[in-house]
């Protein structure tokens, strides 16, 4: 018995012999995982913090790009703002002069149709009162011309009058005397008459 375990012994020492050296060995792979890990890691962090470090400088200039891009649209907005005041004061300026110069135009016009008016009035009253003069110079004519037949009627109505008068007249007086000649003649034929019987 002592025999066969002095050679199980023998025969178990190369096996304890190769565990040995396992364990030593996967404790080798382990301490250099971990500290191939830990590498691994602290380049992880290196870089991370870098890239961190990157993003942060980065993010710090974006920031600032931003600022100054938001700087300046202020400033152009206000520029804009500037211009666009001015341009409406500009604009409300030249309305109010184009306002007034219309004003004193359109006093103008009225003054002008005004004056108009009344020289166009002053030559219609004119000519109304030339044409007022003749039609009163035609009727003053006309009266007249009335008048002067009036009286030349009544010159001829009495001269119609003493010529009939004086026909009337006449004709009495020769009446009369025809009448008287044959009252003669009828006396001298009755004297004879009486004559001769």
């Given at each position: 018995?002592?025999?066969?375990?002095?050679?199980?012994?023998?025969?178990?020492?190369?096996?304890?012999?190769?565990?040995?050296?396992?364990?030593?060995?996967?404790?080798?792979?382990?301490?250099?995982?971990?500290?191939?890990?830990?590498?691994?890691?602290?380049s992880?962090?290196?870089?991370?913090?870098?890239?961190?470090?990157?993003?942060?400088?980065?993010?710090?200039?974006?920031?600032?790009?931003?600022?100054?891009?938001?700087?300046?649209?202020?400033?152009?907005?206000?520029?804009?703002?500037?211009?666009?005041y001015?341009?409406?004061?500009?604009?409300?300026?030249?309305?109010?002069?184009?306002?007034?110069?219309?004003?004193?135009?359109?006093?103008?016009?009225?003054?002008?149709?005004?004056?108009?008016?009344?020289?166009?009035?002053?030559?219609?009253?004119?000519?109304?009162?030339?044409?007022?003069?003749?039609i009163?110079?035609?009727?003053?004519?006309?009266?007249?011309?009335?008048?002067q037949?009036?009286?030349?009627?009544?010159?001829?109505?009495?001269?119609?009058?003493?010529?009939?008068?004086h026909?009337?007249?006449?004709?009495?007086?020769?009446?009369?005397?025809?009448?008287?000649?044959?009252?003669?003649?009828?006396?001298?034929d009755?004297?004879?008459?009486?004559?001769?019987?």
């Amino acid at each position: 018995p002592r025999g066969r375990d002095g050679d199980s012994e023998t025969e178990r020492w190369p096996l304890r012999n190769s565990l040995h050296q396992m364990e030593k060995g996967l404790e080798d792979f382990i301490v250099r995982t971990q500290q191939d890990a830990e590498k691994q890691s602290q380049s992880d962090t290196k870089t991370s913090e870098g890239k961190r470090a990157r993003l942060q400088q980065e993010a710090s200039q974006l920031s600032a790009q931003l600022n100054n891009v938001t700087a300046e649209d202020r400033e152009r907005e206000l520029a804009l703002q500037k211009k666009k005041y001015k341009e409406e004061t500009e604009i409300e300026n030249w309305i109010q002069k184009y306002d007034t110069e219309i004003g004193e135009k359109q006093v103008d016009i009225n003054l002008t149709f005004t004056y108009v008016d009344l020289r166009v009035l002053e030559e219609h009253s004119a000519v109304l009162d030339l044409e007022y003069s003749q039609i009163m110079e035609e009727r003053q004519e006309a009266q007249k011309q009335r008048e002067q037949q009036e009286r030349e009627r009544e010159m001829q109505s009495q001269a119609a009058t003493v010529i009939q008068a004086h026909w009337r007249g006449f004709c009495v007086r020769k009446a009369m005397k025809a009448n008287k000649a044959r009252h003669e003649s009828i006396v001298q034929d009755n004297q004879q008459y009486n004559l001769h019987y």
